[in-house]
């Protein structure tokens, strides 16, 4: 099964797109296993921004390096233990540490503690591996026993096919680097063989500046691979540094794969209540949905819509920062909108909206039990900040963090590192977020509750004003003023 997140590798695993990345030290010999060890990290590829339905995956990349033009700068590659070098002893105990170091306790259904892994090693490693096959057959089995579907083992060329994953419609994975200063440079980390950015002459390790004359400089790479994005057979004018101190140049690439849009959207009439309901499908969350999302926003807005419904049902996840964006776009200037938990500190985060909302318009977002992963973080954001109310089924409940770790024979390994947390401090993994109507209320119910929560006045007696078609209907709406009326208190 595909994961539902992925990023281009980093120098260690950082499931948090937003954290940045800390100046890599000077590269030093290691003693093995601990060169295993610190290879391994800088091999990482964080799952948090992988689309598992990535469409047109490319066949081959451009692996060569560039020629190196200042010798003895850091160039954001790293240094590599040879596969060759690596026993089959080795590489179990590399897929061990891997867990060891990172994996989620709780993920799994069976206990798990240092301990027990450390046990579980020196059974494994007992006698000698014969064969690279055996190593892989140890490894599968040793990551099953923890217990969690997600943790699992790739092949080398499974682990190839997920390394190829491209964003930004042009043939290239873009990597965040720090320079002196701690402010970001993207590097191009690797390129499609014979793809659009290679055959206009750009080449891996060079570094990104502009795209259509904007700069990029200090930008993070999923937002430049937003702006790289466009319809098939467009061009796009890049600006490119080759190697560390090369010539730069300008090279215009045209595109030749391009992300759908997933957003749908259309306005309907209401003549029972008299207004206008701004309907918005989100299919999937990927590199275009943040864009195309903010353009139909508008357009409805422009149009006479009074509130919103946003249709999540049967949205499996995506881009999962493109999700984190999207739910900003609704909240106020320092909500929360979901915090990330995990062993390893780099995984520990609070995401917060950091402009004010482009919406202020009551919205209804609709939910159900395939409503997973970025779609459940949308949700619980705009619901836990009282900026929307769910309606329909609970969601499904995929709450957890993976990264992909490449081992030293061009296999890898994904690993549970963390999880979501909803800005309520719920655990969204398992248990799903359960809405707050399980049917659709009407337009006058909708803006009178938003225009209750507005008033410093006690929301449940003011209830009495609002007719209700249930005794069902009316519990709702008290429950969910309680809540946000005691959120806005707090």
């Known amino acids: 099964m595909l994961p539902l997140s992925y990023s281009p590798p980093h120098p260690r695993p950082n499931p948090c797109p937003s954290h940045k990345p800390k100046p890599k030290p000077q590269p030093r010999a290691l003693p093995f296993p601990d060169a295993l060890r610190a290879a391994a990290a800088a091999a990482a590829i964080s799952l948090s921004l992988l689309a598992g339905n990535a469409a047109g995956a490319p066949s081959a990349w451009a692996g060569e390096q560039p020629p190196e033009i200042c010798r003895g700068e850091d160039d954001g590659r790293d240094t590599e233990v040879k596969a060759e070098a690596v026993t089959n002893e080795q590489l179990v105990e590399e897929a061990w540490e891997v867990v060891n170091e990172g994996f989620l306790p709780d993920a799994g259904n069976r206990p798990w503690s240092p301990e ?10 007992q006698g000698s591996i014969k064969s690279r096959s055996r190593s892989h ?31 930004t419609g042009i043939g290239l994975n873009l990597r965040e680097i720090p320079d002196d200063n701690g402010s970001l440079r993207l590097m191009v980390l690797g390129l499609i063989l014979d793809g659009p950015a290679h055959s206009a002459g750009v080449r891996q390790g060079d570094e990104l500046l502009s795209v259509n004359g904007i700069d990029v400089r200090g930008k993070s790479a999923f937002d430049v691979s937003s702006m790289l994005q466009g319809p098939k057979e467009t061009f796009v004018t890049i600006k490119v540094k080759h190697s560390n101190c090369g010539p730069v140049e300008s090279v215009k690439v045209q595109r030749q794969m391009a992300a759908r849009t997933p957003i ?4 309907e009439k209401r003549d029972n209540d008299n207004s206008s309901v701004g309907y918005i499908r989100i299919k999937e969350f990927n590199a275009v949905a943040k864009k195309d999302l903010v353009s139909a926003l508008k357009h409805l807005q422009n149009s006479g819509a009074s509130y919103f419904v946003l249709d999540l049902r049967d949205n499996l996840g995506g881009l999962v920062q493109a999700g984190i964006e999207i739910a900003k776009l609704f909240l106020n200037k320092g909500d929360t909108v979901i915090y990330t938990t995990g062993r390893d500190r780099q995984v520990q985060n609070t995401f917060v909206a950091d402009s004010g909302p482009s919406v202020t318009t009551p919205v209804m977002v609709l939910v159900n039990n395939r409503t997973a992963s970025a779609s459940e973080i949308v949700a619980s954001a705009l619901h836990d900040n009282c900026k929307a109310v769910l309606v329909g089924e609970r969601t499904y409940g995929k709450g957890l963090i993976q990264s ?31 809405p707050d109507y399980r049917r659709l209320p009407g337009a006058v119910h909708i803006h009178r509750i938003f225009s209750l929560l507005l008033s410093s006045c006690n929301v ?12 069902t209907d009316l519990s709702e709406a008290r429950d969910y003023l309680l809540r946000c009326q005691s959120k806005k208190l707090s």
């Open 404 to 434: 992909v770790f490449e081992l030293h024979d061009g296999s890898g390994i994904v690993v549970t590192v963390g999880k979501y947390v909803t800005p309520d401090h719920k655990d969204i993994n398992g248990d799903g977020i359960e």
């Open 460 to 471: 449940v007696d003011r209830l009495a004003e609002l007719t209700f078609t249930s005794l």
């Open 137 to 167: 057959e140890i490894i599968t089995k040793m990551l099953a026993s923890l217990g969690d579907p997600y943790t699992r083992f790739l092949s080398p060329s499974d682990f190839s096919k997920m390394s190829k994953y491209d964003m």
């Open 264 to 267: 749908f959207y259309r306005l």
């Open 116 to 125: 027990l892994w450390m046990q579980r090693k020196q059974d494994i490693l």
